[in-house]
């Protein structure tokens, strides 16, 4: 059992790796769907080409401008344009228009339908990733394994066989992730109110007994 802190009560995430820094800021009780993060200026940061399977997303440019890459096409996004749709299945992905110039892009994001579970994402890679040394050479299981849970699909490879390959390895992932012991998400990145949605998978049956138990 890995033992990591307890982060459930914070309201910020700043990810502090080299050439890609980003800040998280989650959402709070008036704003309960929707989470914003900064790009500063410099920084590489992009979450990857990736889909989602349960929720269309939305998002809006607050500040600074966006370059945005969905199913292949691409487009410099500003505070000025209208909230942006991605709809389920759409591969998309979002980074600084320029990396060296401008303002910090902030970015506001939920989704539809907005269940909390965008919020039990992010809290939990946020969680994993600044906690990286705890979980050692297992991170990338633990990462792949909390995407696919939360519904979040990363591009490994181009092609034809692209979703099969994210399919197969998110799969494994999740397979060594169970005969480890590890959880695709943890009462110690998530908030005692977000208990029931991050337990309302199908798959949390596998876990839920050790959630509760750590929570308790």
């Known amino acids: 059992m890995i033992n990591i802190p307890d982060r459930s009560a914070v309201q910020d995430a700043f990810l502090d790796r080299p050439g890609v820094p980003v800040y998280f800021t989650f959402p709070t009780a008036d704003r309960n769907s929707v989470t914003t993060f900064r790009i500063p200026r410099g920084s590489k940061f992009t979450p990857g080409p990736h889909w989602h399977e349960l929720y269309d997303e939305h998002f809006k440019i607050i500040q600074g401008r966006a370059k945005v890459r969905v199913d292949g096409r691409e487009r410099i996004v500003t505070p000025e344009d209208d909230v ?4 389920k299945f759409a591969i ?3 980074f600084r228009a320029e990396v060296g110039t401008g303002d910090d892009v902030i970015v506001e994001e939920w989704t539809d339908p907005a269940d909390g579970f965008k919020e039990v994402f ?3 890679l946020c969680g994993v990733v600044q ?3 705890r979980f050692g050479v297992y991170t990338p299981v633990q990462v792949f394994t909390t995407l696919r849970y939360c519904d979040n699909y990363v591009v490994l490879f181009g092609g034809w066989f692209g979703r099969s390959a994210t399919y197969f390895v998110s799969s494994l992932a999740s397979k060594i992730a169970k005969w480890l012991r590890m ?3 943890y009462p110690e990145y998530t908030p005692g109110r977000l208990k029931g949605v991050a337990l309302s998978r199908p798959d949390a049956r596998d876990f839920a007994d050790a959630y509760e138990h750590k929570r308790s």
Do not use: G, K, T, W
């Open 131 to 133: 906690d990286a040394p």
């Open 122 to 124: 992010f809290r939990n």
């Open 92 to 94: 998309h992905e979002l």
């Open 84 to 87: 942006q749709i991605v709809p």
């Open 183 to 185: 959880q695709p998400v």
